[in-house]
Structures are given as C-alpha cells and as structure tokens.
C-alpha cells in the first residue's frame, strides 16, 4: 500500500488521520529531495574529479538501485513500475561501464544537474513555502478559534456577531489554503517520477555520446530506452489528465463546501469541545476531541486532539447514545453548547460545545436531538438533487448523435493532429447538442458537409454526450470490475478479464461501447497523421466511458487504470466484441500473490487444458517505412508511440518478427508468431542489459534450449525449442502457491526432475520431495 490519497473534503474536518496522511506525504517529499541532492552530489563528482571516476560511478549506481518511488492509492500502472524499475537497470548498466575502466569525458551539466536543481527549487522548493504557510495558518486558526469560544455570552449582541464574522472568514482563508496545500502536496507526489527520472535518462544519452565503449553497450540498451521513454510519456499524459480532473474537484469544493461529505462515511464527525468537570473549586475545563458518530448504531467516539502537539493526545472512547438537547444560554456561560448522555451512565449528561450555531444545528439533527431543525436532512437532499444531472439517454436518438458525429470525423477529420485532444468552442458546442438532441433538428443536422462545424466541435459534442449520460458507459456498477485487471495480472489475463466483463454491460450499453470502440481504432490506425495513439485515447477516453459514482481524490487516482481499460478495448476490440468470452472465468486477480518486482503470472484455470493463443499486442515501436523488418529509429519521438508497457511487460527486443506493418502496429499470424517467439528468450531476465551483452557476443545463444520456451500456438500442443526433461532450475523469484497443485518457494530454491506442463506458461518440477506446477518465468534452468 502506497501514500493514501489526501481528499479535500478532510480538509474541511481537518481530523487526525488527515493530519497523519499529510505528514507522510511530507516526508516522502523530504526523502525524494534528499535523494534529488545526493544525486545531484555524485554527478558533479563526476565531472569534477575524473580520477575518481570509478569510485563516483559506483556510488551513483548504488543510490540508483536503492531508491524506489513512492505512490499514491493501491496499485501502480506497468508504465510507473518499469519507471521504477528503470533505476535498477541504469544502477546495472553503469556498473557494466565502470568494467571498461576508461577515462571519459562528461557533461551532465544542462542534462541532469540543471533540471534536478531546477526541479528541487521550484517544486519541492515551493511544497515546502506552502508548508510554512500552512503551519502558520493553522495555529492562526486554532487561537482565534480557541479565544472566539471563550468569550462570554453575556457580551453585546453586535460584538458576538462581529467576532463570529472574523472567526467564519479566518476559517474560511485557512479551509481555502488547506485545499491548495493539499493540491500541490499530490501533484508533486505524481510529479517526481518523471521529472526525476527523465533528466536521469538525458544523462545516460549524453553517455552514449561521449563513451566508444559506452556506445556499443547503448545498441544493447536502445530497446529498453525506447520502450522506458513511451512509460515516462505515458505517465506523464496521464498525470495531466489526472491533475486536471483534481484540479476541477478542488474547484468545486471551493465554489460549494456544503457537498464535501463523502458517501458511506459517518453520519457525522468533526471537532466539538468537551467539558470536563473537576473538583471544587478547580471548576471544569474544555478539551478538543474529534467526535464521529453512525446513526444506524448510534456509536459515538471521541479523540482527544491537540493541533500544536500532532495527533491523539489520549485513548478514544466510545459510547451509545441515548439522547441529545440543546444547552440554552442562560444555562451555561459558553454558546453552541448542547448536552448528550450514554446509554452506560444515565442521568449524567456530557456537555459539548460546537464551532458555531449552523454547526450545533448540524449536530443536532444528526444525533436526532430536541428542538434540532431539519438542515441536516435538507443539506442532504440538496447534494443528492445536485448530482442528478443529465439529460442524455442511450436511446434512438442518443445512438443517431454518435453514428452521425463518428461518421463526419472519420469522413472528414480522421487525419487532423490532436482529433479529440483539441476542443471546441463551448458555446458552438452546446449549441450542436442542443440541435442534435432536438428530434425535430436531429435529422436536418449535417456534420458530413456542412462548413459551419468544425471537426473540433464534433468531437467535443459528442465527448460531451457520452460525459452526460446519466450514467458511464460502462455502468458504476462494473467500475471497480474493470479496475482490477488493469492493476496486475499478465497481458492474456487482462484481456480475457475486460472480455468477460464487457459482456456483462447491459446490451444498449454493449452496443453502444462497440460503435465508439470500433471508431477509436479506426483513429489510431491513423496515428501517423493524427498523433493519436492507442495510449492518447484512453487519456482522452478514459474520464469519458467510465467515472467512479462517487468524486473523490482516491478515485481520480485510478483514472490511470481507467485509460489501460480504455487501451484494451481499442487494440483488442475484433476479439472483445466480435467472440464470446470464457463462461468460466477466473476468479478475480490477486493483487497480493507476486512479489513487487517479479514478473506477472500466467492464469492458470484448474483442469483447463485447451491452448490459449497468446496475447500479443501494442508492439508498436515506430519502424522505418522502407523496411518493416528493421529496428526501430533512434530519432523516433516519443510522442508518435503507443504505450507498450500499460498492457505487456515485456520490453521490445532486437529481433524483429516477421509480419506485416500497419501504421504503428505489427500484424502477424499464428504461425509467424510461433517462428518469432520460438527466439526469444523466457522471461526470467534477471537483467536485460546482461542478456543482451550475451546476445551480442554470441548470437547463437538464441538457441540455447534451457532459456527458451513458447507455446505453439498452429498446433494447440506445448513444444520447447529442444527437449529440457528432467533438467534442473533454480528459483529467481519467490513464489506463494494459489491452489494446492501448485508449489511454494523462495529465492535459490532448487528444483529437481523439471518439465514443460501442458499448461501454457508453467512447468511441472520436484521440490522438497513434493510435485506440483512451477511458473515459468520464475524459474532459470541450470
């Protein structure tokens, strides 16, 4: 589990956990700087003192493998692993270069110095004036909040309502720079993975310049560039859609910070002040808790907090309550104030003190308390009318939009740069829709000929459209469905879990999903001209066909997950739409079975013994026009590319396979696939950069039965390149089974009498005096 989301809606309780979730963001953004500046020490020991070359190499190379980046939610994208990942392999790949043990020039100072300074100064630099500001602010307003409910009833009615004023607007500016501080705290959290390590990556490139050697080691690592230069693009699309959707949720928190209750939270919570009565003549004090309260049950908790100290300053009690009233002026010297009692003690009541009246009513209404006015229910039924929204349906006339604005983009718009990236004019926009929805305008409407709507406003309208439905595409009820494959599993399973689940949809949604899909890989075969790769669009698509029911920051978190979703269906949508999936099919992937840097498992169903042809997809690596068969360019920009690491884990290799190039993607039969494949080596790879080293200084390695092993997918049986019974392997990844046929181990284990299984993906091997199913690419043979 990484960072936990900071939701803005906390910041208007400003609870403990809050506070805790902030300060372990805090520190992880104090680690990364002191990374930042040990980084930027080693590279300018580098450049200053060449004699020590080796020495400041090795020293570099080591911060680089032991750092790893924190994240925000539950999972990270294959995109933001490789990234991860990609200061392991640059750790190896120095150490490589130490080897040739040359005195080389370096000029890493405008590649790595500047941008990593720059980066800690304005960005990491500006967290922590935001902090200062923060604190500040926060001791601002608990002392004047502190000696505003210390004032004495008994004051001039003008005086109570002027400080009220100044407390209400105090709280109001520290609420509002609470929320930014959040903002920023998140965005750089999403921030520093490529901005700390594409400088890192400019640097290695720099290297290859300068090094004879280094250049012959940089043709065995231009694959694993090229394929870590399309995961820091698409994680850095992906952090601009998802900066924009946080963006416009803390907008509309701040326009509307009545809507900030979460769903399936607490009826109510938030700070009261609570006496405590002392003996005479000490009188009582008040003490600061945070209170939670669920109606059904109707448990009350408090927490002792204290803002200055940093958290809980006792244990939480918890009690049952039996009845709430409100404290009349005249009864108490304190306002706001209102009494409760617990089912444990009767007849001795605890008084509270809440931050205002409108909050006392708040309290009221929710403990179900005398003389309580209904604002609590109202407020209620105000958010829900809000979120009723959306006048398009998937109707008759809903279908007719679509198919009349996919058919004038692909008519006339299909090769425009940036097609569905660039907007149109909101006004023209909403005039079309009012048109289109219309069934009297709907048919009169030409988008295919006439000039007075752009490209752009189509398909704006129709994102809009999509956007308006009452609800997602593909249903709140599949979200968190969708979601989980897209977090772990290998590429095959991912796919048979998108299939499986785009046929539970509902069939007007199903149709409609296959219309758009159908359309969006129709853009993408076009991407040479429009720029729009199969990544772009589930960047585009992906807050589009599918949203979470509700709006929280931990939501816009897997907006990431949502684009892979969205990239599965486009390049796989023959498969998807056109064949029915599995009936039996798995149950839901385990996040928690591998470990973090093993590779992805196959699925493996029990008693299913029917070959499954492999998943092979996205390879899309831009190739030279006038000769498909060759290795992709070296100047090829980034932004043409198509993700390869959202759907497959396997890096881009030398060898080419045969097949026929269309736009950016490689089309091959089942046959060419086998040939292609049966050269490949398993996926063991405890490091590519070696492998390839191998490669290169024998390139009849590629035949060495102990590596290899692909299933043959013409004739449905398993086949290795030659036989490997009875031969030996030894564990480079630890493995926990899944089902009792299966084997558990650690690192180095050592297994006896192994075998090709027939089922795709596993071997079958003795450990321990026990026999049982091994994953392949566990495993390395001896």
């Given at each position: 589990m990484?960072l936990?989301?900071l939701e803005?809606?906390?910041?208007?309780?400003?609870?403990p956990?809050?506070?805790?979730r902030?300060?372990?963001?805090?520190?992880?953004?104090?680690?990364?700087?002191?990374f930042?500046?040990?980084?930027l020490?080693?590279?300018?020991?580098?450049?200053a003192?060449?004699?020590?070359?080796?020495?400041?190499?090795r020293?570099?190379?080591?911060?680089?493998r032991?750092?790893k980046?924190?994240?925000?939610?539950?999972?990270?994208?294959d995109?933001?692993?490789y990234?991860?990942?990609s200061?392991?392999?640059?750790?190896n790949?120095?150490?490589n270069?130490e080897?040739?043990?040359?005195?080389?020039?370096l000029?890493?100072t405008?590649?790595?110095?500047?941008?990593?300074?720059r980066?800690?100064k304005?960005?990491l630099?500006?967290?922590k004036?935001?902090?200062?500001?923060?604190?500040?602010?926060?001791?601002?307003n608990y002392?004047?909040?502190?000696?505003?409910?210390?004032?004495?009833?008994?004051?001039?009615?003008?005086?109570?309502?002027e400080a009220?004023?100044?407390v209400?607007?105090n709280?109001k500016?520290?609420?509002?720079?609470?929320?930014?501080?959040?903002?920023?705290?998140?965005?750089?959290?999403?921030?520093?993975?490529f901005?700390?390590?594409?400088?890192?990556?400019?640097?290695f490139?720099?290297?290859?310049?300068?090094?004879h050697?280094?250049?012959?080691?940089?043709?065995?690592?231009?694959?694993?560039?090229m394929?870590?230069?399309?995961?820091?693009?698409?994680t850095?699309?992906?952090?601009?859609?998802?900066?924009?959707?946080?963006?416009?949720?803390?907008?509309?928190?701040?326009?509307?910070?009545?809507e900030?209750k979460?769903?399936d939270?607490f009826t109510?919570?938030?700070?009261?002040?609570?006496?405590?009565?002392?003996?005479?003549?000490?009188g009582?004090?008040?003490?600061?808790?945070?209170?939670?309260?669920?109606?059904?049950?109707?448990?009350?908790?408090?927490?002792?907090?204290?803002?200055?100290?940093?958290?809980k300053?006792?244990?939480?009690?918890?009690?049952?309550?039996t009845?709430?009233?409100?404290?009349?002026?005249d009864t108490?010297?304190?306002?706001?104030?209102?009494?409760?009692?617990a089912?444990?003690r009767p007849?001795v009541?605890v008084t509270?003190q809440?931050?205002s009246e409108?909050?006392?009513?708040?309290?009221m209404?929710?403990?179900d308390g005398?003389?309580?006015?209904?604002?609590?229910?109202?407020?209620?039924?105000?958010?829900?009318?809000?979120?009723r929204?959306?006048?398009?349906?998937?109707?008759k006339?809903?279908?007719?939009?679509?198919?009349?604005c996919?058919s004038?983009?692909?008519?006339?718009?299909?090769?425009?740069?940036?097609l569905?990236?660039?907007?149109?004019?909101?006004s023209?926009?909403q005039?079309?829709?009012?048109l289109?929805?219309?069934?009297?305008?709907?048919n009169e409407?030409d988008l295919e000929n006439?000039?007075?709507?752009e490209?752009?406003t189509?398909t704006s309208?129709m994102?809009?459209?999509?956007?308006?439905?009452?609800e997602?595409l593909?249903?709140?009820?599949?979200?968190?469905?969708f979601?989980v494959?897209?977090k772990?599993?290998?590429p095959?399973?991912?796919?048979?879990?998108?299939?499986f689940?785009?046929h539970k949809?509902?069939?007007?949604?199903?149709?409609?999903?296959e219309i758009l899909?159908?359309?969006?890989?129709?853009?993408?075969?076009?991407a040479?001209?429009?720029?729009?790769?199969?990544?772009n669009?589930?960047v585009?698509f992906g807050?589009?066909?599918m949203?979470?029911?509700?709006?929280?920051?931990?939501a816009?978190m897997d907006?990431k997950?949502?684009?892979?979703v969205?990239e599965?269906?486009?390049e796989?949508?023959?498969k998807?739409?056109?064949?029915?999936?599995?009936?039996?099919f798995p149950?839901?992937?385990?996040?928690?079975?591998?470990?973090?840097n093993?590779?992805?498992?196959?699925?493996?169903?029990?008693g299913q013994?029917?070959?499954?042809?492999?998943?092979?997809?996205?390879?899309?690596l831009e190739?030279?026009?006038?000769d498909?068969h060759?290795?992709p360019?070296?100047?090829?920009?980034?932004?043409?590319?198509?993700?390869?690491s959202?759907?497959?884990?396997?890096?881009?290799?030398s060898s080419?396979?045969?097949?026929l190039?269309?736009g950016?993607?490689?089309?091959?039969?089942?046959?060419?696939?086998?040939?292609?494949?049966?050269?490949?080596?398993?996926?063991?790879?405890?490091?590519?950069?070696?492998?390839?080293?191998t490669?290169?200084?024998n390139?009849?390695?590629?035949?060495?039965p102990?590596?290899?092993?692909?299933p043959?997918?013409a004739?449905?049986?398993?086949?290795?390149v030659?036989s490997?019974?009875h031969?030996?392997a030894?564990a480079?990844?630890p493995?926990?089974?899944?089902?009792?046929?299966?084997?558990?181990?650690?690192i180095?284990?050592?297994?006896?009498?192994?075998?090709f299984s027939?089922?795709?993906?596993?071997?079958e091997?003795?450990?321990?005096g026990k026999?049982?199913?091994?994953?392949?690419?566990?495993?390395q043979?001896l």
């Amino acid at each position: 589990m990484g960072l936990q989301p900071l939701e803005f809606s906390d910041c208007y309780l400003d609870s403990p956990w809050f506070r805790e979730r902030v300060r372990a963001h805090e520190a992880e953004l104090e680690k990364t700087n002191k990374f930042i500046k040990e980084l930027l020490k080693d590279g300018k020991n580098l450049i200053a003192a060449t004699k020590n070359l080796s020495a400041a190499q090795r020293k570099f190379a080591h911060s680089l493998r032991d750092f790893k980046f924190e994240f925000i939610g539950d999972a990270e994208t294959d995109d933001e692993r490789y990234i991860d990942a990609s200061l392991h392999e640059f750790s190896n790949f120095l150490k490589n270069l130490e080897e040739q043990r040359e005195i080389l020039a370096l000029s890493v100072t405008e590649t790595l110095i500047k941008p990593l300074e720059r980066f800690r100064k304005e960005q990491l630099g500006a967290v922590k004036e935001e902090k200062k500001k923060f604190d500040k602010e926060t001791e601002k307003n608990y002392s004047l909040l502190e000696k505003h409910l210390n004032l004495s009833a008994k004051k001039k009615e003008l005086q109570l309502q002027e400080a009220d004023n100044q407390v209400e607007q105090n709280r109001k500016h520290f609420y509002e720079l609470s929320l930014e501080y959040v903002c920023k705290l998140q965005e750089i959290q999403e921030r520093k993975k490529f901005e700390c390590v594409e400088p890192v990556l400019s640097f290695f490139q720099g290297l290859f310049t300068f090094y004879h050697q280094g250049y012959e080691l940089a043709k065995d690592f231009s694959h694993y560039k090229m394929a870590l230069q399309i995961n820091i693009q698409n994680t850095r699309n992906r952090f601009e859609g998802t900066r924009s959707e946080v963006e416009e949720l803390m907008n509309k928190i701040k326009r509307n910070p009545q809507e900030h209750k979460r769903a399936d939270h607490f009826t109510m919570e938030g700070y009261l002040y609570v006496q405590e009565k002392r003996p005479a003549p000490f009188g009582s004090s008040w003490v600061k808790h945070y209170c939670t309260y669920r109606k059904e049950t109707k448990k009350f908790t408090m927490i002792p907090f204290e803002h200055r100290s940093g958290g809980k300053v006792g244990d939480e009690e918890l009690f049952i309550l039996t009845y709430c009233t409100k404290r009349n002026a005249d009864t108490i010297d304190r306002r706001f104030c209102f009494d409760l009692e617990a089912s444990d003690r009767p007849g001795v009541p605890v008084t509270m003190q809440a931050f205002s009246e409108e909050d006392r009513k708040l309290w009221m209404e929710a403990l179900d308390g005398k003389e309580a006015v209904r604002v609590f229910s109202l407020y209620l039924s105000v958010v829900a009318n809000a979120k009723r929204e959306g006048s398009a349906q998937l109707d008759k006339i809903g279908f007719t939009i679509i198919k009349k604005c996919i058919s004038a983009v692909e008519t006339r718009g299909i090769n425009d740069q940036g097609l569905y990236r660039v907007v149109g004019v909101s006004s023209k926009v909403q005039r079309l829709l009012s048109l289109l929805m219309d069934a009297k305008t709907c048919n009169e409407v030409d988008l295919e000929n006439s000039v007075d709507w752009e490209v752009k406003t189509i398909t704006s309208a129709m994102k809009q459209y999509l956007r308006s439905l009452p609800e997602p595409l593909m249903t709140y009820e599949l979200h968190g469905e969708f979601i989980v494959p897209a977090k772990s599993g290998s590429p095959e399973s991912r796919v048979n879990a998108v299939h499986f689940l785009v046929h539970k949809l509902p069939e007007k949604n199903k149709e409609m999903l296959e219309i758009l899909v159908k359309h969006l890989a129709n853009v993408s075969k076009h991407a040479k001209r429009n720029l729009m790769t199969v990544a772009n669009l589930g960047v585009v698509f992906g807050p589009t066909l599918m949203r979470p029911q509700e709006e929280t920051v931990a939501a816009i978190m897997d907006l990431k997950f949502q684009n892979i979703v969205v990239e599965i269906l486009i390049e796989n949508h023959e498969k998807i739409f056109k064949t029915l999936p599995d009936a039996t099919f798995p149950e839901p992937i385990s996040m928690s079975v591998s470990p973090p840097n093993a590779p992805p498992r196959q699925s493996r169903r029990q008693g299913q013994r029917i070959k499954r042809p492999l998943a092979v997809y996205n390879l899309c690596l831009e190739l030279d026009d006038a000769d498909s068969h060759s290795s992709p360019r070296e100047d090829t920009p980034t932004g043409s590319m198509d993700s390869l690491s959202s759907q497959s884990p396997t890096p881009a290799f030398s060898s080419s396979p045969p097949g026929l190039l269309d736009g950016n993607h490689l089309i091959m039969d089942s046959g060419d696939l086998a040939g292609w494949t049966a050269n490949l080596p398993s996926q063991s790879r405890p490091s590519m950069v070696s492998w390839m080293n191998t490669l290169s200084a024998n390139p009849a390695a590629t035949n060495t039965p102990s590596a290899f092993f692909f299933p043959n997918p013409a004739t449905g049986s398993d086949k290795a390149v030659e036989s490997v019974a009875h031969r030996k392997a030894r564990a480079v990844y630890p493995c926990e089974a899944e089902h009792s046929s299966e084997l558990s181990f650690q690192i180095g284990a050592i297994f006896e009498d192994v075998q090709f299984s027939r089922e795709p993906g596993w071997l079958e091997g003795t450990l321990n005096g026990k026999r049982g199913l091994i994953p392949q690419n566990y495993v390395q043979f001896l």
